[in-house]
């Protein structure tokens, strides 16, 4: 490990915190997802809290200087979205880019050359209320490497929020990273002072998992999500039945995240959306994150295809299915290899799926039908609900008002027994074929796939 002074180290670490989220790619997919907006999503779905969707941004942040800026600048600050729908901005930082793991697909792995550097928990700490008082962030995101024993990483981790916490009284956001490998006691109290936790689960399941990071262990994993569930579970159960907040020991109220590397193993999106639907069923886990896997030079998996962005963004919004819309892992459609299919999002691909649910009538359907219109989310499902009431909708100028995308929700309804339009919306794609452009961009990550999600 090198040896660096204070700002040396933050240059370091603070460059690869950055985004490892590709957007939209662009071209064509960019129009078979072209409800999709920066921070939301036009038929009313949110992307998940403090890990939106990715965005179209061009190239990711990453591959800008980081020089070009200097150290302790709001670069590695993002404008995100809590679980209580508020929006607030995240200083993300790595304690360390030194790791004893020997993951094939991350480049942090300990057989790749890097300067390794590691911010001791005062001096994270002291970096995090600095860039606060300049009001710079409002939070804190923090992940790590892991060099040498687990329980000590998850010691110097607990250092981090102990010091912010109760040291400094900080009562804001903090989402931290378990590592694998921890103790049943650390486990309980980074939680307990933590406002999320999330844990990387990288595959569904643990053959694979074995294959792609030989060090780490699924069952080891799931079982301290069990156990930070259980405990974010009994505070929530406290807090319905009064408990006022302690916004010092906030028991990862903010609900836990959990991360795939998607296509670094032959697990299909089925695969991958079941493992993610049984784990939902048991409560406590706020969303999932997905992560495309991309090649890393000088890495076991350097000569591996990268995964398509837009496999991820379909991944994510089956997951908002699954999580917003009351779909079931089973209703999801995929295509003969059990992927998700790319040319079409995944609630169109349900709706073309199933023809006998079509179309819907606007004037009288239920909320639980509207939803699962094409080109309708919750939101714009409530709206038209209550603007019914006392009003009738007269066309698709009402629908738009509304918040509906009618382009691709026309064609799923009827308004008072008329047809509004006869060609369904997603029967108009396949001028595109997204695998001829997907999965062209040959990145070079500096950070895990998935390490800031
Ligand atoms: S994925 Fe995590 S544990 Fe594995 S090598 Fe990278 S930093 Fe280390």
């Known amino acids: 490990m090198q040896s660096m002074g204070l700002e040396q180290k933050i240059d370091l670490l603070m460059s690869m915190a950055l985004d490892d989220q590709e957007g939209v790619p662009p071209g064509p997919r960019a129009t078979s997802s072209h409800h999709q907006r920066a921070g939301g999503w036009r038929d009313g779905t949110e992307p998940a809290a403090d890990e939106q969707a990715p965005s179209a941004r061009g190239l ?25 729908g508020t929006r607030t901005t995240l200083l993300r930082i790595l304690m360390t880019n030194a790791c004893s793991f020997n993951c094939h697909y991350c480049p942090m792995r300990r057989d790749r050359n890097l300067p390794r550097t590691l911010l001791k928990p005062d001096e994270l700490v002291r970096i995090f209320l600095a860039a606060h008082a300049r009001g710079w962030c409002q939070g804190l995101f923090i992940t790590t490497g892991i060099p040498g024993r687990p329980v000590k990483v998850m010691d110097d981790l607990i250092q981090v929020l ?11 956001y903090i989402h931290v990273k378990m590592v694998p490998g921890a103790e049943d006691a650390q486990i309980e109290r980074l939680t307990a002072l933590a406002s999320r936790v999330s844990l990387n689960l990288e595959a569904p399941c643990g053959e694979h998992l074995t294959q792609i990071a030989p060090e780490k262990n699924l069952a080891t994993t799931v079982a301290a999500l069990e156990r930070t569930r259980a405990q974010v579970l009994a505070g929530w159960a406290e807090a319905r039945a009064g408990r006022p907040p302690d916004r010092l020991l906030p028991g990862g109220s903010a609900g836990m995240t959990m991360q795939f590397v998607v296509g670094a193993t032959s697990d299909t999106d ?14 406590g886990i706020h969303h999932s994150q997905f992560s495309a896997f991309r090649p890393i030079r000088e890495t076991p998996m350097e000569g591996m295809k990268a995964t398509p962005a837009l496999r991820e963004h379909r991944l994510y919004q089956a997951d908002h299915l699954l999580r917003q819309y009351g ?27 199933n023809p006998e649910r079509f179309p819907v009538e606007i004037r009288t359907a239920s909320y639980e039908e509207l939803v ?37 929700a026309a064609g799923f309804l009827t308004l008072g027994g008329r047809r509004l339009q006869s060609v369904r919306w997603a029967e108009q794609l396949g001028f595109w074929r997204p695998e001829e452009e997907t999965g062209a961009y040959q990145l070079q990550y500096e950070v895990s796939p998935g390490t800031f999600r």
């Not at 980081?66 to 679980?83: E, F, H, Q, S, Y």
């Not at 309708?376 to 629908?399: H, M, N, S």
């Open 60 to 84: 990711p942040p990453r591959l800008r200087h980081t020089k070009d800026v200097g150290a302790l600048r709001p670069l590695n600050i993002r404008n995100v979205r809590t679980a209580g």
């Open 162 to 172: 102990a010091l912010l916490r109760e040291r400094h009284g900080f009562r804001g």
């Open 270 to 283: 089925r695969t991958i959306l079941g493992t993610v639907s049984d784990l939902y069923a048991g409560g």
């Open 327 to 353: 779909f079931a892992a089973g209703e999801i459609a995929y295509d003969d290899n059990g992927n998700l299919p790319l040319s079409v999002d995944p609630k169109c691909a349900w709706a073309l799926a």
């Open 372 to 408: 699962r219109v094409p080109g309708i989310g919750p939101g714009t499902a409530r709206r038209i609900v209550a603007e019914r009431r006392t009003a009738t909708l007269r066309g698709l100028a009402d629908l738009r008002k509304l918040g509906a995308v009618t382009t691709r």
